[in-house]
């Protein structure tokens, strides 16, 4: 059974720092590209970021190149998202995501989803 349990959400403001973790099980790590979307309210689902567990591969939406920094550590089925520079647009349920093969951004290609842990940025 294929887990993903997201973790290290809160509530922060402007400027600070948060480290969210996503711990997965159930998957050959290997094949998958795994990522992170978010959800605002009263919006859709947002690409953020994405890493290949093989090559180490990384895809940024935008807005958040060089603030953001995705990461995985093989050795613990876990992979981070270190979100720096936060600001108040930030805000929103970020989900950890797996999908099969090569980065892609839209959020039907990804078949395994966690269930969400909520950043909140003060301004």
């Known amino acids: 059974q294929v887990q993903l349990v997201e973790s290290g959400g809160g509530l922060v403001q402007a400027g600070d720092s948060l480290r969210l973790s996503c711990a997965a099980s159930?998957?050959?790590?290997?094949?998958?590209?795994m990522g992170w979307f978010r959800q605002a309210p009263g919006k859709g689902r947002e690409f953020v970021a994405a890493?290949?567990?093989?090559?180490?591969?990384?895809d940024y939406v935008d807005s958040v190149k060089g603030r953001f920094t995705i990461s995985r550590d093989n050795a613990k089925n876990t992979m981070y998202l270190q979100m720096n520079s936060l600001k108040p647009e930030d805000t929103a349920v970020y989900y950890c995501?797996?999908?099969?093969?090569?980065?892609?951004?839209?959020?039907?290609?990804?078949?395994?989803w966690g269930q969400g842990t909520q950043v909140t940025v003060s301004s």
């Open positions: 159930g998957l050959t790590l290997s094949r998958y590209t």
């Open positions: 995501v797996a999908a099969l093969g090569r980065i892609i951004r839209q959020a039907v290609k990804y078949a395994y």
């Open positions: 890493i290949t567990w093989s090559d180490i591969s990384t």
